[in-house]
T-cell receptor
Framework: QKEVEQDPGPLSVPEGAIVSLNCTYS??????FMWYRQYSRKGPELLMY????GNKEDGRFTAQVDKSSKYISLFIRDSQPSDSATYLC?????????FGTGTRLQVFP | NAGVTQTPKFQVLKTGQSMTLQCAQD?????MYWYRQDPGMGLRLIYY???????DKGEVPNGYNVSRLNKREFSLRLESAAPSQTSVYFC??????????????FGDGTRLSIL
């Protein structure tokens, strides 16, 4: 079993929809949680960074961490075609950083 | 401010050829990383350098060597390329030495095909 599981998609939604992206993990020592966005033929760029449990909001993006369920989510409100990309979750126990496989999102006009 | 720069962007090799992938960062970061990204496998760490003068193996080091040339530059070498090394290679860096819980800054990758 992988330490971090992420549905690869693709996920296709209409413009304006609310998008929910998720990852599950098995290592209870993970305390640092990140979401990266990766456009085609580009490197990943950090979108959200959270420590421990709870919610964090930044504009149209909200990151949620539920450590009791070992489950993290990224919500995108009012999705735009420019949000079309692959979204990777990543998490760390301060010793190592593990990435999910990424979910490909397509937002169509 | 270029951030993390990788060269070349694309390369095609024949089995058995050798090649060095270059990475340079201009953010004065201490730690640098090499990953490979394959479909369905995500980003996997090949080697990293927590600080100038040190290098360590990651999850998938076999078939690769690295050199931390100075604080700015971290190269990845394939001594005898194999088709299984066909992948997209990413270099990344962070400021705090060995702080693996910190967000990393990535280059745009080198797409390597081995025939």
């Amino acid at each position: 079993q992988k330490e971090v599981e992420q549905d690869p998609g693709p996920l296709s939604v209409p413009e304006g929809a609310i998008v929910s992206l998720n990852c599950t993990y098995s290592n209870s020592a993970f305390q640092y949680f990140m979401w990266y966005r990766q456009y085609s033929r580009k490197g990943p760029e950090l979108l959200m960074y959270t420590y421990s449990s709870g919610n964090k909001e930044d504009g149209r993006f909200t990151a949620q961490v539920d450590k009791s369920s070992k489950y993290i989510s990224l919500f995108i409100r009012d999705s735009q075609p420019s949000d079309s990309a692959t979204y990777l979750c990543a998490m760390s126990d301060a010793d190592k950083l593990i990435f999910g496989t990424g979910t490909r999102l397509q937002v169509f006009p | 401010n270029a951030g993390v720069t990788q060269t070349p962007k694309f390369q095609v090799l024949k089995t058995g050829q050798s090649m060095t992938l270059q990475c340079a960062q201009d953010m004065n970061h201490n730690s640098m990383y090499w990953y490979r990204q394959d479909p369905g496998m995500g980003l996997r760490l090949i080697y990293y350098s927590a600080s100038e003068g040190t290098t360590d193996k990651g999850e998938v080091p076999n078939g690769y060597n690295v050199s931390r040339l100075n604080k700015r530059e971290f190269s990845l070498r394939l001594e005898s390329a194999a088709p299984s090394q066909t992948s997209v290679y990413f270099c990344a860096s962070i400021n705090r030495p060995g702080a693996n819980n910190q967000p990393q800054h990535f280059g745009d990758g080198t797409r390597l095909s081995i025939l």
